[in-house]
């Protein structure tokens, strides 16, 4: 099992990114994914989930109304889209396959760096 994690990089308040994970090793179209986000000095939070068709979603009351997560199967890559950033959603950002929970914590990814600075 393998989640690859990009698309993040330095963005000033206000602005937009995409974030994107491959999955493979897995039968990702079974699965629904979850994006997470660690902050310096803070425990991993979930940011939001997709179920595994894409039909339901939910999102942290933190980002709710400004981040946006979809997946296409056919790629086996689930995205992040995030706009109206904000300076604390600084973090690095990981996916994982599951619900709630990771359905593979031993397989995190090296995440991708999201600095959301001026």
């Known amino acids: 099992v393998q989640f690859v994690e990009s698309g993040g990089g330095l963005v000033q308040p206000g602005g937009s990114l995409r974030l994107s994970c491959a999955a493979s090793?897995?039968?990702?179209?079974?699965?629904?994914m979850i994006w997470y986000r660690q902050a310096p000095g803070k425990e991993r939070e979930l940011v939001a989930t997709?179920?595994?068709?894409?039909?339901?979603?939910n999102y942290a009351d933190s980002v709710k109304g400004r981040f946006t997560i979809f997946r296409i199967n056919a790629k086996n890559t689930v995205y992040l889209q995030m706009n109206s950033l904000k300076p604390e959603d600084t973090a690095v950002y990981y996916c994982?396959?599951?619900?709630?929970?990771?359905?593979?914590?031993?397989?995190w990814g090296q995440g991708t760096q999201v600095t959301v600075s001026s």
């Open positions: 997709i179920s595994s068709a894409g039909g339901r979603t």
């Open positions: 090793g897995f039968t990702f179209s079974s699965y629904g």
């Open positions: 994982n396959a599951g619900g709630s929970r990771p359905s593979y914590p031993g397989s």
